[in-house]
């Protein structure tokens, strides 16, 4: 069973307000990361760090941004959170397991609506 | 953009059948992961297979990969209703992942 957690696990916010979805893990992971999944369509890497104080945007264009202040935490912030951005964020975590593996472990994902 | 691409898209099946999904991928990898997603949860890790690696089973799974095709194969053996959710190949390359775009498997009890 991995150790990493979300929260809020469903959040309804008004347009125009800032949001912070946290993302924690216990397993010590260098490597963590925030995917975007709109329902029924496939995930898309938003953010991703390989340790503390590295950040780099992913493939897919997004308005949050992410912090990496500590290894443990890996929090994704909208200043302004718009009906766009609904969608489901699921943060995840992977460290070297050796010969070059890296197991990928998830969070259980975090609902956002914005009305 | 996505680079990993499944077939099918979206699959049904009668329990106990089989069910055989497909990934194929553009670059080369060191490692490929399949993952389940039962709707509206997180991904759960499934199987990993490295790219030295040809096929590899796991209880009812069994994954095979053609590094030279650029494609892998999941098949899940003697399906269950408890199967039914979408299923995601995740290649890994130096320190990258990429997600397939997932079939969604359903399993008719």
């Known amino acids: 069973e991995a150790d990493i957690y979300q929260t809020p696990r469903y959040l309804v916010i008004g347009t125009g307000k800032k949001i912070t979805l946290e993302c924690s893990q216990t397993?010590?992971?260098?490597?963590m990361y925030w995917y975007q999944q709109d329902p029924g369509m496939e995930l898309h890497l938003i953010h991703y760090?390989?340790?503390?104080?590295?950040?780099e945007k992913g493939d897919l264009s997004s308005e949050s941004t992410v912090s990496r202040i500590r290894t443990e935490h890996f929090p994704l912030t909208l200043e302004s959170a718009r009906p766009s951005h609904t969608s489901q964020y699921l943060c995840?975590?992977?460290?070297?397991?050796?010969?070059?593996?890296?197991?990928?472990?998830f969070g259980e994902g975090s609902w956002l609506t914005v009305v | 953009s996505q680079q990993g691409e499944e077939d099918p898209q979206a699959l049904s099946i009668q329990e106990g059948e089989n069910a055989t999904m497909n990934c194929s991928y553009k670059?080369?990898?060191?490692?490929l992961q399949w993952y389940r997603q039962n709707s509206g949860r997180g991904l759960v890790h499934l199987i990993l297979?490295?790219?030295?690696?040809r096929e590899k089973h796991s209880g009812r799974l069994r994954v095979t990969l053609d590094t030279s095709k650029k494609s892998s194969s999941l098949l899940i053996t003697a399906s269950r209703a408890a199967d039914t959710a979408s299923y995601f190949c995740?290649?890994?390359?130096?320190?990258?992942?990429?997600f397939g775009t997932g079939t969604k498997l359903q399993v008719i009890p």
């Open positions: 297979i490295r790219s030295n690696e």
């Open positions: 995740v290649s890994e390359r130096y320190q990258k992942v990429t």
């Open positions: 760090s390989y340790g503390v104080n590295s950040t």
């Open positions: 670059t080369s990898i060191n490692n």
């Open positions: 995840a975590s992977s460290d070297e397991e050796g010969q070059g593996e890296n197991t990928i472990y």
């Open positions: 397993m010590g992971h260098d490597k």
